[in-house]
């Protein structure tokens, strides 16, 4: 890994405004973020569209997203996995895309500093975390999902207890910024993270060919320091073309822009801006004629496959744009010495 050093602000070529127009664009009159226009819409990436939303200056936009996750909260807190208009299509109730409104409701207080609407935006959070927390096996990690039948599948995903973590972090804020007891998130925050640092065998193998696999306990902040640095070492060459991006999964000639992106964020979020930076300019040309980002191409032929337009591909990368380029004051929501040093440690 032997890069040439580029400029900061000077290598930001992506439009910024195009890409936070496009998610724009895709959301529907009633605040839902499909994956695309006339695609299924799921909660985690709804979430992340809000985000982009939010980085973008479409604070209205956002909100309304929000909207749309209150109005189809489940009275257990939890989402179903997937709808199209509207429609439940999976009534999987999944931990991990429940509750990451929690990262995204923390996102848009750090952007609008909006004190009165963090309060709103307090119960959602609440009840979606406590319902992720209810599925916490013994040994820390969190159990996949409940089925449409209530059946609890107590498979764990790294990727997922992972995201978890990261929401667990984000909601602890939450409730130290409005002075509200949560008894038993700690708790719950330090097995989980025990969980993924000490015991990875007890995660489920089969996404190990997806890079999320590789970097989320890291871009969770789960793995820091050395731990971090080991792991991104160790399958770097198992999933990053040098020069074109991340593979989304390690078998297959398949780069997408979303995983490069949040690979960006694990390494910006470590501390390796440099190479953050690098990886970065390798995608930021990967756009339509509108500006709006590709989610993915295939190689050596690049190929873009597949060619609809995605919000939360657009979304990620305007989130990593923010952590390189400090578009917005949520710049450093994923960096480890934030969760450490910022007046939001002491919650944790």
């Not at 480890?336 to 919650?347: G, I, L, M, Q, R």
């Amino acid at each position: 890994m032997n890069f040439k050093t580029l400029s900061s602000r000077e290598s930001l070529s992506l439009d910024i405004d195009s890409v936070a127009a496009i998610i724009a664009k895709i959301q529907t009159d009633t605040g839902e973020i499909p994956w695309s226009k006339n695609g299924h819409t799921d909660p985690w990436d709804h979430v992340e569209s809000i985000m982009g939303l939010t980085i973008g200056g479409y604070i209205n936009e956002a909100r309304a997203g929000f909207e749309w996750m209150i109005q189809n909260q489940l009275e257990n807190g939890a989402w179903y996995s997937s709808y199209r208009k509207g429609v439940p299509e999976d009534k999987t109730l999944d931990t991990n895309m429940s509750s990451y409104i929690a990262v995204g409701v923390f996102h848009h207080y750090l952007i609008t500093h909006d004190i009165e609407y963090l309060k709103m935006m307090w119960p959602m959070v609440k009840t979606a975390v406590e319902y992720a927390l209810s599925l916490q096996a013994p040994g820390g990690e969190i159990y996949w999902a409940k089925s449409p039948e209530s059946r609890v599948d107590r498979m764990s995903l790294l990727t997922g207890s992972s995201s978890v973590y990261m929401s667990l972090k984000c909601s602890l804020a939450i409730a130290g910024i409005l002075n509200r007891s949560v008894p038993g998130w700690k708790k719950g925050l330090k097995k989980l993270g025990d969980a993924i640092k000490y015991r990875p065998h007890i995660f489920n193998v089969t996404k190990s060919r997806f890079s999320m696999d590789w970097f989320y306990p890291i871009l969770s902040g789960a793995l820091t320091d050395k731990d971090a640095k080991k792991r991104i070492d160790k399958y770097w060459k198992k999933f990053v073309v040098d020069g074109l991006g991340v593979r989304c999964v390690s078998d297959e000639p398949w780069i997408t822009l979303a995983e490069t992106s949040e690979l960006v964020l694990a390494l910006s979020a470590m501390g390796n801006h440099r190479l953050a930076t690098i990886v970065f300019s390798w995608i930021q040309d990967k756009c339509f004629e509108d500006g709006s980002c590709w989610c993915g191409f295939t190689f050596p032929n690049m190929i873009t496959w597949p060619e609809e337009k995605m919000s939360w591909t657009n979304g990620v990368a305007l989130m990593a744009a923010d952590a390189l380029y400090e578009l917005t004051t949520a710049c450093q929501l994923f960096n480890h010495n934030f969760w450490k040093e910022s007046e939001y440690a002491s919650f944790l």
